[in-house]
């Protein structure tokens, strides 16, 4: 009988001794630091009909089939700058709406799209950057063109499912690479024949 009312008592301190305060909160979910490397750039020279700076920790990879197509490569990031090269000819509209329907399609799941003008009348560089935000696919979009002869495309993707909490840091020191990379941009011939002016 002994017996029995220690291992009562017991039972009894022991179920006491678990309560306490009720008062739980989960822990916010969190995610890992990412440690950015120092930025340096290089210049990519090609038999491309353009040049720019790029980060030293991208790698450049030429798209086979298609001359002047270029993929930037971050390996650390895992993500990547498709740039696409087109011939103008009569096409420029046509190719500024293109654009345009690309960063349109990614407005269902964007929180914001911001655009910059890109007027270097000096070099004959024209176009726009889209900034956008959320959890769209693309992080970042942009083209540029001497208003006659070329036009570039350029976008960026990472390799993982878009969730700007995690993705933030990361895309935020990727796009001012791209903004280096735009403000580096030239084209390789003079064009002198070229009127300026954004089209």
Not at 14 to 24: F, I, P, Q, W
Not at 161 to 173: G, H, I, M, R, W
Not at 178 to 188: A, D, G, P, S, V
Request: charge should be positive; charged fraction near 20%.
């Amino acid at each position: 009988m002994r017996i029995l009312t220690k291992i009562s008592l017991l039972s009894i301190l022991s179920l006491a001794g678990c309560g306490g305060n009720t008062d739980y909160s989960p822990k916010r979910t969190g995610y890992f630091r990412i440690a950015l490397p120092e930025r340096k750039y290089t210049a990519y020279t090609s038999n491309c009909p353009f040049v720019f700076e790029y980060p030293t920790y991208a790698v450049v990879y030429p798209v086979a089939g298609h001359p002047y197509w270029l993929n930037i490569v971050f390996p650390r990031f895992r993500c990547n700058v498709y740039m696409s090269y087109i011939t103008i000819d009569t096409n420029l509209g046509a190719l500024l709406e293109e654009c345009r329907k690309f960063v349109v399609e990614h407005e269902v799941k964007a929180t914001a799209i911001n655009q910059q003008e890109v007027m270097n009348s000096k070099d004959k560089i024209y176009g726009t950057i889209y900034d956008i935000e959320g959890n769209a696919a693309s992080n970042m979009q942009f083209y540029l063109t001497d208003s006659t002869h070329n036009f570039v495309r350029g976008a960026l993707y990472f390799y993982a499912v878009p969730n700007k909490d995690s993705l933030q840091p990361v895309a935020t020191f990727v796009k001012e690479d791209i903004n280096h990379l735009i403000q580096t941009f030239r084209w390789k011939k003079p064009l002198t024949d070229q009127p300026a002016g954004k089209p």
